[in-house]
T-cell receptor, first 115, second 114 residues
Framework: DAGVTQSPTHLIKTRGQHVTLRCSPI?????VSWYQQVLGQGPQFIFQ???????GRGNFPDRFSARQFPNYSSELNVNALLLGDSALYLC??????????????FGPGTRLTVL | AQSVTQLDSQVPVFEEAPVELRCNYS??????LFWYVQYPNQGLQLLLK??????LVKGINGFEAEFNKSQTSFHLRKPSVHISDTAEYFC????????????FGPGTRLSVLP
């Protein structure tokens, strides 16, 4: 079975632009979470979606938004990009979402560079 | 709110030597604890997790961790490391409420030397 896939692998944008990152969860998984990993730091939780509904949100500005589609894939959108948005964006999927005992499986990430 | 401290940003160790990676957490509520590994250019992979019960948790690749509630620690150990263990290791906590809001530590870079 394929693991969590993310596209694109790398992305270069300029300040003020908009970006869309995509994630396909493991087949059968219904929960998708997004994390931002700035170089040299641990991942920071951005969003969790389950059954197309937002189930959790981290401390990120409204420029960050996400959605989940009927096939459980997900998009993360970031508007008005800032230099500080440069990071590795990780997607993780799990079978359910109710409790954090459910193992999350991470994708390889999308490396976003904002110039 | 929870927070995680990983006291060592880098740990160099020779092959076949033992290693301990330290993790301390802060939380006002009971938590679940996790260790993840990140190999270069890859996503995170779960090594082990503590949910309840025995405080000694065994994970994949020969790693184990011990939960110490009084010291709020969850240190990761391996008795004999291999070159292939070279990676970034992250400790994470999650409260026992609804959802999967993980708080990760800053990571420890383990370098295994020949």
């Amino acid at each position: 079975d394929a693991g969590v896939t993310q596209s694109p692998t790398h992305l270069i944008k300029t300040r003020g632009q908009h970006v869309t990152l995509r994630c396909s969860p493991i087949s059968g998984h219904k929960s998708v979470s997004w994390y931002q990993q700035v170089l040299g730091q641990g991942p920071q939780f951005i969003f969790q979606y389950y059954e197309k509904e937002e189930r959790g949100r981290g401390n990120f500005p409204d420029r960050f938004s996400a959605r989940q589609f009927p096939n459980y894939s997900s998009e993360l959108n970031v508007n008005a990009l800032l230099l500080g948005d440069s990071a590795l964006y990780l997607c993780a999927s799990s079978l359910y979402s109710a409790v954090s005992t459910d193992t999350q499986y991470f994708g390889p990430g999308t490396r976003l560079t904002v110039l | 709110a929870q927070s995680v401290t990983q006291l060592d940003s880098q740990v160099p160790v020779f092959e076949e030597a033992p290693v301990e990676l330290r993790c301390n957490y802060s939380s006002s509520v009971s938590v679940y604890l996790f260790w993840y590994v990140q190999y270069p250019n890859q996503g995170l992979q779960l090594l082990l997790k503590y949910l309840s019960g025995s405080t000694l948790v065994k994970g994949i690749n020969g790693f184990e961790a011990e939960f110490n509630k009084s010291q709020t620690s969850f240190h990761l150990r391996k008795p004999s490391v291999h070159i292939s263990d070279t990676a970034e290791y992250f400790c994470a906590v999650s409260d026992r409420g609804y959802g999967q809001n993980f708080v990760f530590g800053p990571g420890t870079r383990l370098s295994v030397l020949p």
